[in-house]
């Protein structure tokens, strides 16, 4: 069946170093690939989302690239600063518009 | 606040009980979504309306679960004869139909929790 795979569960950085979250898809008509940030308590909040006729996307300090061949799609934060720590899912999406969702990343960033 | 709603934002019943949650998505868009997300897990889809037409149900979604849209604007979601395993965040979420790749906005939730 359809399923999103997401790597790793936890992520540990220092404050204004590099984070990346790994995910795998496996629905070949996946066609829209958006991540959200769950702060503990709170609603998942889109961050950003890429297209599958796009392999990279930036958003200041947020890009996504995206490897329609190895059904890959990764989150990059740069300079990383304590506000960005949560838990971040990425989702895949297909002509059926219901998102698969991956099991989330833990990410603290250490000050 | 514009954003999508949900209401109650906490429920505690009993095993056996049923309860009814409501979600009141953003006003022009015409699809919304239904997901259950578990501790330490992403949201699983339940089920979802386009405009009042239920167009999708997840395997997830029993038969002691219904759900419906009456009037292609607010949702709300049953679950009868609740058991410990419903215990869990339900999230609603809503989107625009825009052809495919859609974003969709979380309501905050409702907690429920089955004693």
């Known amino acids: 069946g359809e399923n999103v795979e997401q790597h790793p569960s936890t992520l540990s950085v220092q404050e204004g170093d590099s984070a990346v979250i790994k995910c795998t898809y496996s629905d070949s008509a996946s066609n829209y690939f958006p991540w959200y940030k769950q702060e503990l308590g709170k609603r998942p909040q889109l961050i950003i989302d890429?297209?599958?006729?796009?392999g990279e996307k930036k958003d200041q300090r947020i890009a996504v690239t995206l490897n329609k061949t190895a059904k890959h799609f990764s989150l990059h934060i740069t300079e990383t600063q304590p506000e960005d720590s949560a838990v971040y899912f990425c989702?895949?999406?297909?002509?059926?518009?219901?998102?698969?969702f991956g099991t989330g990343t833990r990410l603290k960033v250490l000050a | 606040d514009t954003g999508v709603s949900q209401n109650p934002r906490h429920k505690i019943t009993k095993r056996g009980q049923n309860v009814t949650f409501r979600c009141d998505p953003i006003s022009e868009h015409n699809r919304l979504y239904w997901y259950r997300q578990t501790l330490g897990q992403g949201p699983e889809f339940l089920t979802y309306?386009?405009?009042?037409?239920?167009?999708?149900k997840s395997r997830l979604l029993s038969d002691r679960f219904s759900a419906e849209r009456p009037k292609g604007s607010f949702s709300t979601l049953e679950i009868q004869r609740t058991e410990q395993g419903d215990s869990a965040m339900y999230l609603c979420?809503?989107?625009?139909?825009?052809?495919?790749?859609?974003?969709?906005?979380f309501g905050p939730g409702t907690r429920l929790l089955v004693l």
């Open positions: 979420a809503s989107s625009l139909n825009g052809g495919g790749g859609e974003t969709q906005y």
């Open positions: 309306f386009q405009n009042e037409a239920q167009l999708e």
């Open positions: 890429i297209r599958s006729n796009v």
């Open positions: 989702a895949s999406s297909s002509g059926t518009y219901k998102y698969i």
